[in-house]
């Protein structure tokens, strides 16, 4: 029989967005980002109550559809304890659907939330596994949760019935690694840019991510100077570049100028790797067509305090 948490119990969740793919690695690779939500938690008698501030205040919903209200529901269920009622408070710097993995952060600070308050009996992979159901793949949500880069794979069950299983590892990355990212003012839809994408793709194309994945991953431990082939993709950036002609023009114009940039995500985001400062005419460049600027350092793992109220 589940256990009801007290009244009073509360905690405090500090998650890191992310950029996925990183170029080759579709639905692989990740990163998280020193750019950060925070959700805090407490238990009440009972009703649910959510207050949001900062990016998505004046759009998310308040009511139990919330992104996190859901995860922490599912964390609670899977740490087999229940709440009577619960107070969330939600402060988020991280642009919302902008390929900065605001919906991963969003499940991973409700699965980490519904943990801490039960006193964390659930494991990284538990952890990992919950956060990504909500998105249907691991890489940003394994970002979010374990921190630094990770790769990630889906293995999906052979007897069609079970439920995929998300797997992420964490690897190092060179201290000297940096992100820069350029984030426009319009949303990009992730369902609507992967229906650009193809069904098929040609051996040639697909050999040539498998390799490019492969230097991306040498280049951010400890071989920088390769990250800009190791950005280098065919599987999706090529086929989103119609449907997001302002990143792809950016992905293009920095690339041709040295950078290893890339889409984050599903985008708009444009994202680059560097030991290096950007060209800050470049960067000026960007705000001057209205882009949002973020120099950001590579994230350690989310933090998650327990307290009372």
Same mark, same amino acid.
């Given at each position: 029989?589940? =256990?009801?948490?007290?009244? $009073?119990?509360?905690?405090?969740?500090?998650?890191?967005?992310?950029?996925?793919?990183?170029?080759?690695?579709?639905?692989?690779?990740?990163?998280?980002?020193?750019?950060?939500?925070?959700?805090?938690?407490?238990?009440?008698?009972? $009703?649910?109550?959510?207050?949001?501030?900062?990016?998505?205040?004046?759009?998310?919903?308040?009511?139990?559809?919330?992104? =996190?209200?859901?995860?922490?529901?599912?964390?609670?269920?899977?740490?087999?304890?229940?709440?009577?009622?619960?107070?969330?408070?939600?402060?988020?710097?991280?642009? @919302?659907?902008?390929? /900065?993995?605001? #919906?991963?952060? &969003?499940?991973?600070?409700?699965?980490?939330?519904?943990? *801490?308050?039960?006193?964390?009996?659930?494991?990284?992979?538990?952890?990992? @596994?919950?956060?990504?159901?909500?998105?249907?793949?691991? %890489?940003?949500?394994?970002?979010? =949760?374990?921190?630094? *880069?990770?790769?990630?794979?889906?293995?999906?069950? =052979?007897?069609?019935?079970?439920?995929?299983?998300?797997?992420?590892?964490?690897?190092?990355? %060179?201290?000297?690694?940096?992100?820069? !990212?350029?984030?426009?003012?319009?949303?990009?839809?992730?369902?609507?840019?992967?229906?650009?994408?193809?069904?098929?793709?040609?051996?040639?194309?697909?050999?040539?991510?498998?390799?490019?994945?492969? !230097?991306?991953?040498? &280049?951010?431990?400890?071989?920088?100077? /390769?990250?800009?082939?190791?950005?280098?993709?065919?599987?999706? @950036?090529?086929?989103?570049?119609?449907?997001?002609? !302002?990143?792809?023009?950016?992905?293009?114009?920095?690339?041709?100028?040295?950078?290893?940039?890339? /889409?984050?995500?599903?985008?708009?985001?444009?994202? !680059?790797?560097?030991?290096?400062?950007?060209?800050?005419?470049?960067?000026?460049?960007?705000?001057?067509? *209205? /882009?949002?600027?973020?120099?950001? #350092?590579?994230?350690? $793992?989310?933090?998650?305090?327990? #307290?009372?109220?």
């Amino acid at each position: 029989m589940a =256990v009801e948490l007290e009244v $009073g119990r509360a905690v405090t969740v500090r998650v890191p967005g992310s950029s996925a793919n990183l170029g080759p690695g579709f639905d692989t690779m990740g990163l998280a980002l020193d750019i950060h939500d925070t959700v805090e938690v407490e238990v009440i008698d009972s $009703g649910l109550e959510i207050e949001i501030h900062g990016e998505g205040a004046a759009d998310l919903p308040r009511d139990a559809s919330h992104l =996190v209200v859901k995860a922490i529901n599912a964390g609670l269920n899977a740490a087999d304890v229940t709440a009577p009622g619960l107070r969330v408070t939600c402060t988020n710097t991280i642009p @919302q659907s902008r390929g /900065l993995g605001s #919906s991963a952060a &969003a499940a991973a600070a409700g699965v980490l939330a519904a943990n *801490g308050l039960a006193d964390s009996p659930l494991s990284e992979e538990q952890l990992v @596994q919950l956060a990504s159901a909500f998105e249907g793949h691991p %890489d940003n949500a394994g970002a979010s =949760v374990l921190g630094g *880069g990770v790769v990630s794979w889906t293995e999906i069950p =052979v007897d069609g019935v079970s439920q995929p299983v998300y797997r992420a590892v964490r690897i190092p990355v %060179d201290e000297r690694i940096r992100a820069t !990212v350029l984030v426009p003012s319009f949303h990009a839809s992730t369902q609507a840019v992967r229906r650009v994408l193809p069904s098929h793709v040609t051996h040639t194309d697909a050999r040539f991510n498998v390799s490019r994945t492969a !230097v991306l991953s040498v &280049a951010l431990q400890a071989h920088p100077e /390769l990250l800009w082939e190791g950005t280098r993709d065919r599987l999706h @950036q090529p086929y989103r570049a119609d449907v997001l002609p !302002v990143t792809a023009e950016w992905v293009n114009r920095l690339r041709n100028r040295g950078w290893a940039a890339y /889409l984050s995500g599903a985008g708009p985001t444009c994202a !680059v790797l560097s030991t290096e400062p950007v060209d800050p005419a470049l960067l000026d460049a960007a705000r001057e067509e *209205g /882009l949002s600027v973020y120099e950001l #350092s590579v994230a350690g $793992g989310p933090t998650v305090t327990p #307290s009372r109220a």
